[in-house]
């Protein structure tokens, strides 16, 4: 599959956006919307998907410690079904547990100060969303050769 892939970090905050390289490959951490108004926010994020004439949107869905859909993920879910009324592009679910720790590590370790941590940390938590949803899809591909 050749095109574009949009990762999502939803919150109620704010939501970060990263995007895949054409091959779908390389996942680079793209930008924040700040949350207001679902319907609102729905159309900030279909606008970004058109300008990357993206093909599918791999959204983050934050399970529970046992893997289970609890009260922050049915929001998410609900988010998504605003985005699916706007949106004619595929929207899949990733597991996202630990994909803030892991950005936050991440900068920590490229030196990243605190300041700038906060504003990049959405953008950096989608990065990791989709890496891991191109990297399994990947693996999935190789195994079936």
Do not use: C
Not at 3 to 32: F, N
Not at 75 to 100: C, G, H, M, N, W
Request: glycine share 6%.
């Amino acid at each position: 599959m050749e095109g574009r892939l949009i990762g999502l970090d939803i919150g109620e905050a704010r939501t970060g956006v990263a995007v895949s390289d054409e091959l779908g490959m390389i996942a680079t951490a793209l930008d924040t919307v700040h949350m207001s108004e679902p319907s609102e926010d729905a159309l900030a994020i279909k606008k970004i998907v058109d300008e990357q004439r993206a093909i599918l949107i791999v959204a983050g869905i934050p399970l529970n410690q046992h893997g289970k859909i609890g009260p922050q993920a049915e929001k998410v879910l609900a988010f998504i079904d605003e985005l699916k009324k706007v949106i004619d592009v595929e929207i899949v679910t990733q597991d996202e547990r630990f994909s803030t720790q892991a950005a936050y590590r991440a900068l920590v370790s490229a030196n990243i100060k605190s300041k700038k941590r906060k504003k990049v940390i959405d953008k950096a938590a989608a990065q990791q969303i989709l890496q891991l949803y191109l990297d399994r899809q990947a693996n999935i591909r190789k195994r079936e050769t």
